[in-house]
């Protein structure tokens, strides 16, 4: 695989040039096991001392490896691997943000496709995509606003756009203000 892919090498496949790329929610280990299903085990199982701490509000902690720190979010391999791993503790703290979201948006990022994001949540979720630079997040959090877009909400989601690095859902927020 190319650098910084995350597609596993299975040995018999078909080779880059003839496969047709498949959806992350799709890859499949050797074992017939759902691949990102194992992540999703392995976020919430992985011994303490190979993981960091994500501390969220109200004491909440968030477990995720060390491993899918470092694939998942270049801030999160800052802490792991980084400039911030000997002062960080294996800890980052997300003070803004409920365990629960935080949760949601990891499972989110290891293809739970169960995972919805709608008008309840993208705003809490588009945060945390920016603050962590979750990109795939953070584009289906500004199509999910995109799609609840009304006059009485563009001011505030113009302002979200801005805010969050959210491009696409500030034009179209902005279309609608000015």
């Known amino acids: 695989p190319a650098h910084g892919s995350m597609a596993p090498n299975l040995g018999d496949s078909p080779s880059a040039e003839s496969a047709e790329p498949a959806a992350h929610s799709r890859l499949v280990s050797p074992a017939g096991a759902s691949l990102l299903a194992d992540l999703r ?4 199982t992985a011994p303490l001392e190979k993981c960091v701490l994500l501390l969220c509000k109200d004491n909440g ?3 995720l490896s060390r491993m899918l720190a470092d694939i998942l979010s270049p801030v999160l391999r800052a802490v792991v691997s980084g400039p911030l791993a000997q ?6 703290s997300l003070m803004d943000h409920s365990d629960a ?14 995972r ?3 008008s309840q949540n993208a705003l809490a979720l588009l945060a ?7 990109e795939q997040l953070r584009a289906a959090c500004s199509e999910s606003l995109i799609e609840c877009l ?3 909400n563009a001011a505030q989601l113009q302002e979200a756009g801005e805010r969050y690095n959210a491009p696409e859902l500030f034009a179209a927020a902005r279309s609608i203000t000015t």
């Not at 085990?41 to 919430?44: A, I, M, T």
């Not at 945390?128 to 979750?134: H, K, T």
Request: aromatic content about 8%; charged content about 35%; some cysteine.
């Open 101 to 114: 979201t935080v949760e949601f948006a990891l499972d989110y990022c290891c293809g739970d496709d169960a």
């Open 150 to 152: 009304m006059t009485t």
């Open 128 to 134: 945390i995509a920016d603050e962590l630079c979750l």
């Open 41 to 44: 085990l392995q976020r919430r």
């Open 116 to 118: 919805k994001i709608d």
């Open 61 to 63: 902690v968030v477990r």
């Open 87 to 92: 002062e960080s503790k294996s800890e980052y």
